[in-house]
C-alpha cells in the first residue's frame, strides 16, 4: 500500500504544471539575432506590425502555447529608422497601456556592463480579462517586444511563468557567443 500511494504522489509532481515548467528549453534565432527560452515548441512566422512612426512593417514572429499563457516574441526591422529607435519601443508600451489598466512598470536590462540593452517593462490587465507581461526593447535596427499573455481561461493571473519568460531574453549574441566585451574605457 505505501509503495503504491508513494507511487501515485511521484506521478502526480511529475505531470504537475510546477514540474512542466521545468521543462524550459533556450532557442536561439540568429537570424533575429536574440534567445529565449519557452516552455513548448515555438512555432515561427510573420505578421504585420502597425505603427504612427512609419508605413506597417513585417514582423518575425515566434510564440509558444503553455497552460493558457501565449509567449511570443515580434522582431521588426527599423534598421531604416535607427534614429526613431526610442520612439518605437515607448510607442509600444503607450498602446500597451492603453489596453487597460497598468499593474507593473519597470526598466529592465538585458546583459551586462557594456552588452547592455535597456528597455522597458509592463504589467497590463486588460479590459478582456486578459494579463500582459511585457518587455520592450531596441537594439541593432531591430524592435524586440517579447509578451507573455495570461489568458482568463488560467485562473490565476498572478504567476512566475510570464516572468520567467521575458527574463530569458538574450540580445547581442555575437558579444555574447564570442564572450568578448567593449572596452569601457574608451
Known amino acids: ?20 515548467a521545468g521543462a524550459w528549453q533556450e532557442y536561439i534565432y540568429e537570424e533575429d539575432a536574440f534567445a529565449v527560452q519557452f516552455p513548448a515548441p515555438p512555432t515561427t512566422g510573420t505578421e504585420m506590425y502597425e505603427t504612427s512612426i512609419s508605413e506597417t512593417r513585417p514582423a518575425n514572429t515566434h510564440s509558444a502555447e503553455f497552460d493558457n499563457i501565449l509567449f511570443k516574441v515580434r522582431v521588426i526591422d527599423i534598421n531604416d529608422m535607427i534614429d526613431q529607435g526610442a520612439n ?7 498602446n500597451l497601456q492603453r489596453m487597460g489598466n497598468v499593474v507593473y512598470n519597470d526598466f529592465p536590462r538585458v546583459g551586462l556592463r557594456g552588452n547592455a540593452t535597456f528597455g ?39 504567476q512566475a511563468l510570464p516572468s520567467r519568460f521575458d527574463q530569458t531574453l538574450r540580445l547581442r549574441l555575437d558579444a555574447q557567443l564570442n ?3 567593449p572596452n569601457l574605457a574608451q
Not at 505505501?2 to 501515485?8: D, I, Q, S
Not at 497590463?124 to 518587455?135: C, L, M, N, P, Q
Open 179 to 181: 564572450n568578448t566585451v
Open 1 to 20: 500500500m505505501l509503495k503504491t500511494a508513494t507511487a501515485l504522489v511521484l506521478f502526480l509532481f511529475a505531470i504537475s504544471p510546477a514540474n512542466a
Open 88 to 94: 518605437f519601443v515607448v510607442e509600444a508600451a503607450y
Open 120 to 158: 522597458i517593462a509592463m504589467v497590463v490587465d486588460t479590459e478582456d480579462g486578459h494579463r500582459i507581461r511585457s518587455s520592450y526593447y531596441f537594439e541593432n535596427g531591430r524592435l524586440y517586444l517579447v509578451e507573455a499573455i495570461v489568458t482568463p481561461e488560467r485562473g490565476d493571473l498572478d
